[in-house]
């Protein structure tokens, strides 16, 4: 991260993903704090502009009025102003079709569907699997000095455990990974593998890569689906299969929207918190230090990674009404794009907020966000860090970066693409 702010507001533009890989994003979030917490950015090429919250309590405000602040018109804050043709790929956005994209009522009776599958009793008994995973997954590395940290670590944990809890075959899981990159990061070129080289990172081939990713993911879990309604098992699938609501089952493409939600979200955002976590730790040696002296500060270091980190890093929300935040005007159509890194080390809330402290408290992050749409997954993740950095400083104690990690090149999520790793290999 670079220290050095901008120094007029019309050099920000929070639609350039530049910053974010770079890894400088936090200068500006800072600047915008201090000068301009409630900033209008307009969109780029043929997208809609969005008002831009950096400000913990904006952000938890916008987040508890689900009903002024809608999330079926798209959670990112790319939003075309004028709609293209759906295509050959049909519509890609599951707007108002997943329960991360769904407002209520209709968001709070499907959520309850799975629910059971995430109540912290679900998520402790978990616990001795995730450690048998994540074992086995140190086992691989653990006769060789290095490795791809995110390849052939952190990525490997949530993905086994939500593949598992969805009944996918473990032949299966590289193809999740695969098409988990390209949806959610559809922007980068190194995901752009669908499209010729010399049209990589351009914004048709992210458009291109998203679609075919989406277009196969759909594909694969169809057929899933097909064989859950001959043979049901004891997964999450087989229970979508089985739920109404409202009396009514739930059809084929709500399923299918289920299906998509949970493989991105289940482990895309946990597989970055890992690795960021593992480079901010190697960033701050006494806080490591700290930390491998005493393992029992886990639990609270597991929070600061999460704030520090912070995986995923906007959510955008439309206005249905003219509301004011901070005596602005939004208007009544408008979006507003809640900034997680930004509120994350707001100075108003964090004591010290740019200073990583393993024994932060309290430490009332909006990692997993707020309100309606708090994240399902939340307590997995959270099991999945502090089992994985119990076993990781146990076996690779000296464990540290051999080299300059690969940011994504995307504003919506936080994400590391490579992390090279040296170590003492274990028995």
Request: proline letters at 6%.
């Amino acid at each position: 991260m670079t220290s050095a702010a901008p120094l007029t507001l019309d050099q920000i533009n929070l639609f350039d993903p530049t910053p974010f890989e770079m890894g400088e994003a936090h200068a500006i979030f800072k600047y915008l704090r201090n000068n301009k917490p409630v900033f209008w950015n307009d969109g780029p090429e043929n997208l809609v502009g969005t008002w831009n919250l950096t400000k913990f309590e904006d952000v938890v405000a916008v987040s508890r009025l689900p009903e002024t602040f809608i999330s079926s018109t798209g959670i990112t804050q790319m939003k075309l102003a004028v709609p293209e043709s759906d295509g050959l790929f049909g519509d890609t956005s599951g707007n108002g079709k997943m329960l991360i994209t769904m407002d209520p009522p209709r968001h709070v009776r499907l959520r309850r569907l799975v629910n059971k599958g995430f109540t912290p009793r679900a998520v402790a008994a978990m616990e001795a699997h995730i450690r048998e995973i994540t074992t086995e997954i140190l086992d691989g590395i653990a006769g060789r000095r290095s490795c791809d940290f995110v390849l052939e670590v952190s990525s490997q944990l949530p993905l086994a455990v939500i593949c598992g809890m969805m009944g996918l075959e473990k032949k299966d899981w590289p193809l999740m990974f695969q098409l988990t990159n390209k949806v959610l990061g559809a922007g980068d070129p190194e995901y752009q593998t669908d499209v010729p080289e010399d049209q990589r990172g351009s914004r048709e081939a992210a458009n291109m890569t998203g679609a075919m990713g989406f277009m196969q993911m759909f594909a694969f879990f169809g057929q899933q689906l097909q064989k859950r309604r001959v043979d049901p098992e004891g997964d999450l699938i087989s229970l979508l299969c089985g739920s109404e609501v409202d009396g009514e089952a739930l059809n084929d493409e709500e399923i299918l929207w289920f299906c998509f939600l949970l493989i991105l979200a289940g482990n895309e955002t946990t597989r970055n918190a890992i690795s960021g976590g593992l480079i901010t730790l190697c960033e701050h040696p006494d806080q490591r230090q700290k930390l491998q002296s005493d393992m029992s500060l886990l639990p609270s270091a597991v929070e600061e990674i999460l704030r520090w980190v912070s995986p995923v890093t906007h959510m955008a929300r439309e206005c249905t009404r003219d509301t004011e935040i901070r005596g602005q005007l939004i208007r009544a159509g408008e979006r507003v794009t809640m900034w997680y890194p930004s509120v994350n080390r707001d100075e108003d809330i964090f004591p010290n907020a740019d200073t990583f402290d393993i024994t932060r408290t309290p430490n009332d992050h909006l990692a997993f966000g707020i309100g309606e749409h708090f994240c399902l997954g939340a307590g997995f993740a959270r099991l999945e860090l502090k089992v994985m950095f119990e076993e990781l400083f146990r076996r690779f104690p000296d464990i540290d970066m051999d080299g300059p990690a690969e940011r994504l090149r995307s504003t919506f999520i936080g994400g590391i693409k490579h992390l090279p790793v040296r170590y003492t290999p274990a028995g």
